[in-house]
């Protein structure tokens, strides 16, 4: 049976290569609407009623989003603070990858009450 790529291998394959080879937190595009899409669709679930996810589901979406909020747009990733700014305890890998990205990001969880 025919190994499939590992989950990071699959997100460094979107990104565009830089001057030094590295990847960078871009996708092409062409890509991005379906990046976007995703990422929302995604978050969309962690806002149903409390008890419709099992804690297995929540943890592994929460993995999902933190890893492809970097390789999202600035607007979304503004947008996505918002909306995860209203939550008392929001998931941990999706506030690491907010918290952890540009000022204008993270000032967002940051300065919220």
Do not use: K, W
């Amino acid at each position: 049976m025919a190994q499939s790529p590992s989950f990071d291998g699959v997100v460094q394959g979107l990104a565009l290569p830089d001057a030094d080879g590295e990847a960078e937190t871009r996708v092409p595009p062409t890509a991005q609407p379906y990046l976007a899409r995703t990422i929302r669709h995604l978050s969309d679930l962690l806002f149903l009623p409390q008890g419709r996810l099992s804690r297995d589901a929540v943890r592994l979406i929460d993995d999902v989003l933190g890893r492809l909020i970097p390789y999202a747009s600035l607007d979304l990733r503004c947008r996505l603070a918002q909306r995860f700014a209203g939550l008392a305890h929001p998931p941990r890998n999706i506030a690491r990858a907010l918290l952890h990205d540009r000022i204008e990001v993270a000032a967002i969880l940051l300065t919220s009450p």
